[in-house]
T-cell receptor, first 116, second 112 residues
Framework: GAVVSQHPSWVICKSGTSVKIECRSLDFQATTMFWYRQFPKQSLMLMAT?????????EQGVEKDKFLINHASLTLSTLTVTSAHPEDSSFYIC????????????FGEGSWLTVV | QQQVKQSPQSLIVQKGGISIINCAYENTAFDYFPWYQQFPGKGPALLIAIRPDVSEKKEGRFTISFNKSAKQFSLHIMDSQPGDSATYFC???????????FGKGTRLSVIA
């Protein structure tokens, strides 16, 4: 299947700082990428839909000023958690859909964020 | 309103047995139904997917059964192995470029 890479795999940051997570589609172009958040032993919660060259579409309840999403190219989307707080600690996962295929969506390996 | 309901929440199966996970959906506009497998600390990996014009799809030990009239679909894992122990998510989407709607997941434990 197609490969979606996330970096970093895990990151620890201090409260009040910002952290950026990258999501890359390695062998296909993705006009649309999706960002999810997952708490332990829970399902994936959609945060936003990232569209190349345009503003992201955020789900209700997700602070767009806190979770900045940029989709600058067809292979890269970034999620920046601004002014991070301990409650932002979570597992963040991106996914992407190869546009030329069916609805298949591939996920990255996820990024563990711990805010201390 | 949960659009995809998944059951059971957890499942314990003997090695070599059949694992069955069920999902039901409400939105008849859904036209794509994938299953994902997730190991702890990893992102979900696509296992198998089906579209509503097919009643069954098999890939190796994994089979999706789809019942359009009942708005239900299920994952069957034949000859379950300890390595299959993971969390399984069913999902659904309406059309290309719309996000997946996930079930709440099923934690499968295959014991020897």
């Amino acid at each position: 299947g197609a490969v979606v890479s996330q970096h970093p795999s895990w990151v620890i940051c201090k409260s009040g700082t910002s952290v950026k997570i990258e999501c890359r589609s390695l062998d296909f172009q993705a006009t649309t990428m999706f960002w999810y958040r997952q708490f332990p032993k829970q399902s994936l919660m959609l945060m936003a839909t990232s569209n190349e060259g345009s503003k992201a579409t955020y789900e209700q309840g997700v602070e767009k000023d806190k979770f900045l999403i940029n989709h600058a190219s067809l292979t890269l989307s970034t999620l920046t958690v601004t002014s991070a707080h301990p409650e932002d600690s979570s597992f963040y996962i991106c996914s992407a859909r190869p546009g030329a295929r069916e609805n298949t969506i591939y996920f990255g390996e996820g990024s563990w964020l711990t805010v201390v | 309103q949960q659009q995809v309901k998944q059951s059971p929440q957890s499942l314990i199966v003997q090695k070599g047995g059949i694992s069955i996970i069920n999902c039901a959906y409400e939105n008849t506009a859904f036209d794509y139904f994938p299953w994902y497998q997730q190991f702890p600390g990893k992102g979900p990996a696509l296992l198998i997917a089906i579209r509503p014009d097919v009643s069954e799809k098999k890939e190796g030990r994994f089979t999706i059964s789809f019942n359009k009239s009942a708005k239900q679909f299920s994952l069957h894992i034949m000859d379950s192995q300890p390595g299959d122990s993971a969390t399984y998510f069913c999902a659904a989407s309406i059309r290309a470029n719309t996000p997946l709607v996930f079930g709440k997941g099923t934690r499968l434990s295959v014991i020897a």
